[in-house]
């Protein structure tokens, strides 16, 4: 059954330093993949995408992701974190068709940033 | 419209009322996805309807719950003899195609039972 898994569930950065989100997926196809965040009492925003090519992707608000297929990963990249980085940070993966429709998405990383 | 557009975006509910929380997708999706989120937690999947197949009913937690969708259109998601644990942030999301492709969320019905 299709599944991502995000192993960290809430992790703490100081401002200014890097960040790497984990993201693992279980799917027998070509995956498409998506990270979106959540800020405090808002809906979800889509931050990148992966359908096919390059397989590192940037996305809005200086983040990027890279595909390993070999790896089952999708992880979260941003050089240098800012304080309004904050939020929840959602993995899914898109399929055709599934037990929970076209979209499973991972439980969540809460992001916190220390100044 | 531009967006996903959900109403009411806050709703307070005495314990045992009924509620409806409505979701207008965007203009020709034909998907449909409703989530709950609980405070702290992350996205509970409840129902899915993609055109004009029968939804996909298996996240609902309850026989209290029930959605609805006419065509392509606006969705309603009803929770009948509400509890006290039914207080969440319900999210509608929509999506063009059948297949693989980014879902457009709305901001969310925040849901308090008391």
């Known amino acids: 059954a299709q599944s991502v898994t995000q192993p960290d569930i809430h992790i703490t950065v100081s401002e200014g330093a890097s960040l790497e989100l984990r993201c693992n997926y279980s799917?027998?196809?070509?995956?498409?993949l998506f990270w979106y965040v959540q800020s405090p009492g808002q809906g979800l925003q889509l931050l990148l995408k992966?359908?096919?090519?390059?397989?590192l992707v940037q996305g809005i608000k200086g983040f990027e992701a890279e595909f390993k297929r070999s790896q089952s990963s999708f992880n979260l990249r941003k050089p240098s974190v800012h304080w309004s980085d904050a939020a929840e940070y959602f993995c899914?993966?898109?399929?055709?068709?599934?037990?929970?429709?076209?979209?499973?998405f991972g439980k969540g990383t809460k992001l916190s940033v220390k100044p | 419209g531009a967006g996903v557009s959900q109403s009411p975006s806050n709703k307070v509910t005495e314990k045992g009322k009924d509620v409806e929380l409505r979701c207008d997708p965007i203009?020709?999706?034909?998907?449909l996805y409703w989530y709950r989120q609980r405070l702290g937690q992350g996205l509970e999947f409840l129902i899915y309807?993609?055109?004009?197949?029968?939804?996909?009913k298996s996240g609902l937690p309850s026989d209290r719950f029930s959605a609805e969708r006419t065509g392509e259109s606006v969705s309603t998601l009803t929770i009948q003899r509400t509890q006290q644990e039914d207080s969440a942030v319900y999210l509608c999301?929509?999506?063009?195609?059948?297949?693989?492709?980014?879902?457009?969320f709305g901001q969310g019905t925040r849901l308090t039972v008391v």
């Open positions: 999301a929509s999506s063009l195609v059948v297949g693989p492709t980014e879902a457009f």
């Open positions: 899914a993966v898109a399929t055709w068709g599934g037990s929970q429709g076209n979209l499973i």
């Open positions: 992966y359908f096919s090519g390059d397989t």
């Open positions: 203009s020709g999706h034909t998907a």
């Open positions: 309807f993609q055109g004009n197949s029968a939804p996909d």
């Open positions: 799917y027998g196809a070509t995956p498409y």
